[in-house]
């Protein structure tokens, strides 16, 4: 398939994992923490590891969307469904996630409550112009790749005086979240967070644009490379993070140069901007609270959104016991090194939100790689700096 | 002369409630629409079951409730489907399939038109396919209580002599084939479901196996398992396949046909081709020195012009599947947990 095989060629990997092997150099180790779970997908569904010496190790970060969403949002959202009686329209992936009591908006739907799947913020819109008897809510999740499409929904439906159309946000932020893993203070029992560097992720920069990361690059001294979702970027990007720390230079560089721009899309920048505003703090699942991490509605659109109209709760729910979601997603520890991993935990019955979507790190291991020893496969290597 | 005064208006009309009320608008449906069309000596009996001789020898009996939406795609419709289904169902087993019976049940509200052509389909499929739909059974749901038409078939079959074709058959050293392409027909369902335009337009590949299956089993008796992998796709059916034989398996992505519209719409819709529904394509597993000759028999029907050798049967405790990629790495294929849901990002 044009304008995708080529970024999947076996003589070229074998050509660029000749390169790594090469370059790498055998004393250290490079932990590369890939951000994205586009990348954690890319480099399980291709085997990428299998390609790398063993002191290249890929860790793999929390940007899955739908992994970081704390279980109180999702109680939220039930309850618009449940208590407030409206047609709650969301992405696909958000319908398995586990909330309080074993439930998930996929259970709320079979026992009657009106959920319906979207493509898009247009279908939602679409939903609402053609129930003018119901209201409806978009639930709006996703880093900085899916904001601007809720920003022009939101334009979109004030400019039409669209009255029971509502959004409930939970747009987030990824520098923040980078930030929150390096500023993460160790936990008793945890291993030392050993990030030497990262793959910044590749649809988030096409918005907010390389020069985003630079402060973190700077500040931290960890080199970012933006990577593409495909397997060649993968291991373009890992080359590149390498050869920086070699060097010992710590820049933001841009692979997928082929769609990302320093400055990014200052058009969807500006339609954010309008909308959107900071929220002091925010929950993640795994982070705990973050400040300046996440958008609220601004009080133009405050007639729109939905924690305004329903007076939605704040519902402080707490992870499974056990679950250690919190720990893999900021890469100090191996889904395999959790006592729930495959036991009761497992894609069909998620405990934690890592082993929800194909993107989350427990997924991956689980249905890409769980035959493979713990050394293969991305482990956290110890006492090699 | 017709039994009723005036004809159905097959054009117009719309099923009732007095189409499955047992009375005269009943036997007027199956008379003017399901008979007329499905035409048989033993539907033409009229009775509530049909009588036949079997020969001696091993039967197969098998059953398939179809509830497809939409009820046309591109490539077939609920119809035709459920006439392959079952079919296939039958042929797995390596036998000839002799009869069908069908089931519907009709929403209060449907057009007669659409039945109609749902009818004719299914009377061409089984006609093309030389098995009769014999018996069948029509019942009405008030509206709202169904979607329009769910259709159930059910097939006996008879078992050639010295075949042993079953799920459990698998042995390490047995080569895995595909008789073609994965994931047409889901993408097929999936983009006309989603109303997605591509420029090439992607059709289901629904089409009854048993004459490729007759061909098979005449070359190589020795057949240890047949199965078509239909939902959950290629991937569902070999993890399928592995647990109840109680072998691992090792496969080739670069051997795998994949349509690159087939490719493309799922690049696009975030799914796995190998986890995409097929309506007419099979898994042959069979023991390595006969492979290459069964190939060869495949290649030749033209519903397997590009079956492929994908892998091979290993020994393995934990039964898993796994596959070396395209791109050199390798990792395990596995069963397809919830629905696949297109990712958002």
């Known amino acids: 398939m044009k304008y995708i095989d080529e970024f999947r060629q076996r003589d070229l990997a074998e050509t660029l994992a000749a390169a790594i092997d090469r370059e790498a150099d055998h004393r250290r180790h490079y932990r590369i923490m890939e951000f994205c779970g586009g990348h954690t997908h890319a480099i399980f569904r291709y085997g990428v590891q299998d390609l790398m010496p063993a002191n290249v190790r890929f860790i793999h970060g929390p940007g899955c969307p739908v992994c970081v969403l704390p279980i109180g949002r999702i109680d939220s959202a039930i309850a618009l469904v449940e208590v407030h009686g409206v047609i709650l329209c969301t992405y696909g992936d958000m319908l398995r996630v586990p909330a309080s009591d074993r439930r998930s908006l996929l259970k709320v739907k079979a026992e009657g409550g009106d959920v319906r799947m979207v493509y898009s913020t247009q279908d939602a819109l679409k939903i609402a112009r053609d129930n003018p008897g119901r209201q409806v809510v978009f639930f709006a999740i996703g880093f900085e790749t899916t904001t601007p499409p809720t920003a022009v929904a939101l334009q979109q439906a004030q400019a039409e005086g669209l009255q029971n159309f509502s959004v409930f946000c939970n747009h987030v932020l990824t520098p923040a979240a980078m930030r929150a893993i390096l500023d993460a203070p ?192 991305g482990a956290v290597q110890e006492g090699v700096a | 002369m017709s039994r009723f005064p005036m004809r159905l208006d097959i054009r117009r009309g719309h099923v009732d409630m007095s189409h499955g009320s047992g009375g005269r608008a009943m036997a007027q449906l199956i008379d003017e629409l399901f008979l007329h069309h499905l035409d048989n000596a033993l539907l033409r009996q009229g009775n509530d079951q049909a009588a036949f001789t079997v020969s001696a020898g091993r039967m197969v009996m098998s059953t398939d409730g179809h509830v497809i939406s ?17 079919l296939n169902d039958i042929a797995m087993s390596g036998a000839k399939p002799l009869y069908l019976a069908a089931g519907f049940i009709l929403e209060e509200g449907f057009p007669l038109a659409d039945l109609e052509r749902i009818v004719i389909s299914m009377a061409a499929a089984a006609n093309a396919a030389g098995v009769p739909v014999v018996t069948g059974d029509t019942k009405v749901v008030e509206r709202g209580k169904g979607d329009g038409v769910f259709i159930t078939t059910t097939g006996v079959g008879v078992v050639p002599e010295g ?121 042959c597993i069979c023991p390595a020195v006969a492979a290459e000759r069964l190939l060869a028999v495949m290649r030749n029907h033209p519903l397997a012009a590009e079956a492929a050798i994908i892998g091979e049967v290993v020994e393995d405790a934990e039964s898993f599947v796994q596959m070396e990629t395209s791109f050199g790495g390798s990792r395990i294929v596995d069963w397809l947990a919830g629905e696949q849901l297109p990712r958002i990002c």
């Open chain 1, 186 to 377: 160790q936990r008793a029992g945890e291993a030392a967070l050993a990030i030497d560097g990262f793959l910044g992720p590749s649809h988030v920069s096409t918005i907010i644009g390389s020069h985003a990361y630079a402060p973190l690059a700077r500040r931290y001294g960890k080199p970012v490379v933006i990577a593409g979702f495909e397997p060649l970027d993968v291991m373009q990007s890992a080359l590149m993070v390498i050869r920086q720390l070699n060097e010992g230079r710590c820049e933001v560089e841009n692979e997928y140069s082929r769609v990302v721009t320093a400055e990014g899309n200052r058009k969807a920048q500006a339609r954010v901007a309008e909308v959107f505003e900071l929220r002091p703090t925010f929950e993640w699942r795994g982070l705990g609270l973050v400040a300046d991490s996440a958008l609220r509605i601004r009080p133009e659109y405050a007639n729109l959104d939905a924690e305004q109209r329903f007076e939605v709760a704040a519902i402080s729910a707490s992870d499974v016991k056990g679950c250690e979601c919190p720990s893999i997603l900021r890469g100090v520890k191996r889904p395999v090194d959790c006592k729930l991993f495959g036991t009761v935990c497992s894609p069909e019955n998620p405990m934690g939100s890592c082993m929800v979507s194909s993107e989350g790190a427990c997924a991956a291991y689980w249905s890409y790689g769980r035959f493979r020893q713990p050394d293969d496969a």
């Open chain 2, 70 to 86: 939409p009820l046309f795609f591109p490539g077939g419709d609920i119809g035709s489907l459920a006439v392959h289904g079952t």
């Open chain 2, 163 to 283: 075949l042993a074709i079953s799920g459990d058959g698998a042995r390490p050293g047995d080569a895995i084939l595909i008789s073609g392409s994965m994931g047409d027909h889901g993408v097929a369902i999936m983009s006309s479901r989603e109303n997605l335009e591509f420029e090439t337009r992607i059709e289901s590949d629904s089409a009854a196996l048993h004459t490729l299956v007759a061909a098979m089993v005449d070359a190589v008796p020795e057949i240890h398992c047949l199965r078509d992998p239909t939902r959950g796709g290629l991937a569902t059916t070999l993890n399928e396949l592995a647990q109840q034989s109680g072998v691992g398996m090792r496969l080739r992505e670069a051997t795998i046909p994949v349509r690159s519209a087939v490719q493309a719409a799922c690049e696009l819709l975030g799914l796995d081709p190998l986890y995409v529904a097929n309506e007419g394509k099979l898994i």
